[in-house]
C-alpha cells in the first residue's frame, strides 16, 4: 500500500519559490495516470524529434519507453526485494524511482558488499531543462529520490551503499555533480555504471 | 516467529554478520531476500553461475 514517507521541499524555478513535496513508497493508480496522461505524451513528443535513441539523449527523452506500471506490479509481486517510489508536488506526479536490494558492490574498496541498486529513476518531462526549451519547473527531483536511496540503504544496514547505471543524458550529473565514480561502460547492460561509497552517501545527503 | 538456530548456524550467522558489517536482523532478511531472487531466476527456468575471474570458469549453482 502506497505510504507517506516524508515531506520534502522543491524549489519552483519559474517563481523561484519553494514548494512542499511528498515522497511516498509504492505508486499508485494516480501515478500510473500521471504518467500515461501526462509524462507519456511529452516524452514520446520530445523522443519523436530524435532519428535514434544515442540522439534522444539531446533532448532528455531517452525514457519515453519505460514501462512505470508493468515495473511496480512486479516490483509488488516481489514483496519487499525491489521498491517503488514517487515524489509528488502540486498535484502531480514529479519523479519515480524503482530500487532492487539484492545487487552487491564491484568497486574494489567495497566488492561484493551488499547495496541498493537503482533501477530506474526518472523526472516528469516538465522539469528537464534540455526537453522543454524553456524554463523547467521543478529543480531537486532527482536528489531527493537518489537521497531516498540512500535512506534505504542505511534502513537496510548497507551503510549508504548504492549503484546504478546512467541512460547516457544523465551521465554529466551522476559523475559531475553528485560526484559518484564512474566505473565505465558495462557491455552488458549497455550503459555506464556509477557506484556510491559510505563516504560518498554521506557527502551526497550532506551536500 | 522466533528463529531457532542450531550452535553450529549460530556461528556462521555471527560469522557473516561481522564480516559483512550487518546485524543479524538485517543479514537474515537480507538472505531472504537473496534467496527469493535466485528462487525467481530457477523458477523462470534460468541458470545461476559463479564465475572464476581468473579463468572464466563457470560454475552452475544449484539450489535444491
Known amino acids: ?207 | 516467529m522466533t528463529l531457532m538456530l542450531s550452535d553450529k548456524e549460530m556461528s556462521l550467522l555471527d560469522r557473516l554478520s561481522e564480516s559483512r558489517g550487518m546485524s543479524k536482523t538485517a543479514l537474515v532478511r537480507q538472505a531472504l531476500r537473496l534467496y527469493q531472487s535466485v528462487t525467481e531466476r530457477l523458477e523462470a527456468g534460468e541458470k545461476v553461475f559463479v564465475e572464476k575471474p581468473s579463468t572464466k570458469e563457470k560454475t552452475e549453482l544449484m539450489v535444491l
Open chain 1, 1 to 207: 500500500m502506497k505510504e507517506l514517507l516524508r515531506s520534502v521541499v522543491l524549489l519552483n524555478r519559474r517563481s523561484k519559490e519553494f514548494e512542499d513535496a511528498q515522497v511516498f513508497r509504492e505508486l499508485d493508480q494516480k501515478n500510473f495516470d500521471d504518467f500515461e496522461k501526462l509524462w507519456k505524451p511529452l516524452l514520446k513528443a520530445r523522443r519523436d524529434e530524435f532519428d535514434t535513441w544515442e540522439a534522444a539523449a539531446e533532448g532528455d527523452a531517452q525514457d519515453s519507453h519505460w514501462k512505470w506500471a508493468k515495473k511496480a506490479a512486479e516490483a509488488l509481486a516481489s514483496l519487499g526485494r525491489d521498491e517503488t517510489y514517487a515524489l509528488e508536488c502540486a498535484g502531480e506526479t514529479q519523479g519515480l524511482m524503482l530500487v532492487k536490494t539484492s545487487a552487491f558492490a564491484r568497486l574494489d574498496v567495497q566488492r561484493g558488499r551488499d547495496l541498493v541498486y537503482i533501477e530506474l529513476l526518472a523526472t516528469a518531462p516538465w522539469n528537464r531543462p534540455r526537453l522543454v526549451k524553456a524554463e523547467a519547473r521543478y529543480k531537486g527531483v532527482g536528489r531527493v529520490l537518489v537521497a531516498e536511496a540512500i535512506n534505504l540503504s542505511h534502513h537496510l544496514e548497507f551503510n549508504g551503499r548504492l549503484a546504478l547505471h546512467s541512460l547516457p543524458q544523465s551521465e554529466s550529473w551522476y559523475r559531475d555533480i553528485a560526484k559518484f565514480t564512474d566505473l565505465g561502460y558495462d557491455e552488458e547492460k549497455e550503459m555506464v555504471y556509477f557506484e556510491v561509497t559510505e563516504a560518498q552517501a554521506a557527502a551526497f545527503l550532506a551536500g
